[in-house]
């Protein structure tokens, strides 16, 4: 079993409709992030949680550190938001580093 | 203010063969952490380096290894290369290593 594992795999919707992703992790982490990749690679940083709840413009991402589980939800959705998201969970090492553990990733397609 | 840069974008090795990859982290961050992303998965945590020194590692052998210097840009050695090494590996840069990670658009290592 992986640490981090997102559901779903792969999500098709249509132009406007709300989007959850599901991100569910076993360890102990320090925070919770979710990126969105594009085609090509590059990795942006969307959001870093520890706690509660964040907004930026159409996305929310939620916590629920007792649960161990996060979402991210996209609201009003539109083909440019067509990518993959990631969700990761970051440890602290005892060697005072930090690594990220990434869940498998979810490929949203939104058709117009 | 630049963000994280790779070098190259992509690259062609053969079996056997060693490989440099380069990474100049974003202005102000003294920590620099490496992924190895193979075609469908989510990205594996290589290392990770803080002012100069090796602060983390995963699950790789010795043969990945790599460098930060003091203007705390970094690399990535990998020898003996074999067909599995072929993915997109990325480096993410930070503040310090707890600070929330900024990636760079990677670079494709395909081993023949």
């Known amino acids: 079993k992986n640490e981090v594992e997102q559901s779903p795999q792969n999500l098709t919707a249509q132009e406007g409709e709300f989007i959850t992703i599901n991100c569910s992790y076993s360890v102990g982490i320090s925070a919770l992030h979710w990126l969105q990749q594009h085609p090509g690679g590059g990795i942006v940083s969307l959001f870093m949680l520890s706690s509660g709840k964040k907004k930026h413009g159409r996305l929310i991402a939620t916590i629920n550190i007792q649960e161990k589980h996060s979402s991210l939800h996209i609201t009003a959705s539109h083909p440019r938001d067509s990518a993959v998201y990631i969700c990761?969970?970051?440890?602290?090492?005892?060697?005072?580093?930090?690594?990220?553990?990434f869940g498998e990733g979810t490929q949203l397609t939104v058709n117009p | 203010e630049t963000g994280v840069t790779q070098s190259p974008t992509h690259l062609i090795k053969t079996r056997g063969q060693q490989v440099t990859l380069r990474c100049s982290s974003q202005?102000?961050?003294?920590?620099v952490s490496w992924y190895q992303q193979a075609l469908g998965q989510g990205p594996q945590f290589i290392f990770q380096?803080?002012?100069?020194?090796?602060?983390g590692r995963g699950n790789f052998p010795p043969r990945f290894s790599g460098l930060q210097f003091p203007n705390y840009s970094s690399e990535l050695n990998v020898n003996a290369l074999e067909l599995d090494d072929s993915a997109l590996y990325l480096c993410?840069?930070?503040?310090?290593?707890?600070?929330?990670?900024?990636f760079g658009p990677g670079t494709r290592l395909t081993v023949l």
């Open positions: 202005s102000g961050h003294n920590t």
């Open positions: 993410a840069s930070s503040l310090a290593p707890p600070e929330e990670q900024f």
């Open positions: 990761a969970a970051r440890k602290i090492l005892p060697t005072s580093g930090s690594r990220l553990t």
């Open positions: 380096y803080y002012r100069e020194e090796e602060n």
